[in-house]
């Protein structure tokens, strides 16, 4: 027999902490309430999520592997936008908190979620902050949750 094993979406009793960029803040403030809505949605309580704010989405990985080190939270939701625009500056920023936020959770052992959106325009940056293509905030929230009971599933 086949044992097929998920994280289920529950947050109840458990403690997270977000991680939010505050550039392009009308966008990220977005997301902060998508993530808080999905750990409420799903049993858990606002006293228990704690948002850190930092400058933009480059300092994002550092303050989350610090966090995940803490042994603080159950769980880290990273949030920021990354918009193109026309500033070359884009890819670098892109890439290096994706790989950040990547190599942060896999080196503390710690759910880090990756709610950042890397978008064309601030249009498409909308669409997935509570608009027409939902909310990345809340999708990556719903990830972190998942993967938190799934590992403490998996003993
Ligand atoms: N930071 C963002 O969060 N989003 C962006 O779109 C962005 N752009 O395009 O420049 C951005 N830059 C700032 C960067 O994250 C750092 O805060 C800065 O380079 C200082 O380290």
Same mark, same amino acid.
């Given at each position: 027999?086949?044992?097929?094993?998920?994280?289920?979406?529950?947050?109840?009793?458990?403690?997270?902490?977000?991680v939010?960029? !505050? &550039?392009?803040?009308?966008?990220?403030? !977005?997301?902060?309430?998508?993530?808080?809505?999905?750990?409420? !949605?799903?049993?858990?309580?606002?006293?228990?999520?704690?948002?850190?704010?930092?400058?933009?989405? &480059?300092?994002i990985?550092?303050?989350a592997?610090?966090?995940?080190?803490?042994?603080?939270?159950?769980?880290?939701c990273c949030l920021?936008?990354?918009?193109?625009?026309?500033?070359?500056? &884009?890819? &670098?920023?892109?890439?290096?908190?994706?790989?950040?936020v990547?190599?942060?959770?896999?080196?503390?052992?710690?759910?880090?979620?990756f709610g950042v959106?890397?978008?064309?325009?601030?249009?498409?940056?909308?669409? !997935?902050?509570?608009?027409?293509?939902?909310?990345?905030?809340?999708?990556?929230?719903?990830?972190?949750?998942?993967?938190?009971?799934?590992?403490?599933?998996?003993?």
């Open positions: 027999m086949v044992a097929f094993v998920e994280g289920k979406l529950s947050s109840q009793g458990l403690k997270f902490a977000l939010v960029s !505050r &550039f392009n803040s009308f966008i990220t403030d !977005r997301l902060v309430e998508g993530a808080v809505d999905a750990i409420v !949605r799903t049993g858990g309580s606002p006293d228990e999520v704690s948002v850190y704010k930092v400058p933009g989405a &480059f300092e990985p550092l303050v592997k610090k966090l995940a080190e803490s042994g603080d939270y159950d769980g880290i920021g936008a990354v918009i193109r625009g026309s500033t070359p500056h &884009f890819d &670098f920023v892109a890439s290096e908190v994706a790989k950040g990547a190599s942060a959770s896999l080196e503390t052992g710690k759910v880090i979620s959106l890397t978008t064309d325009t601030l249009e498409q940056a909308v669409e !997935r902050a509570g608009s027409k293509a939902g909310n990345k905030g809340s999708e990556a929230a719903m990830a972190m949750i998942e993967t938190v009971n799934l590992l403490n599933a998996a003993g």
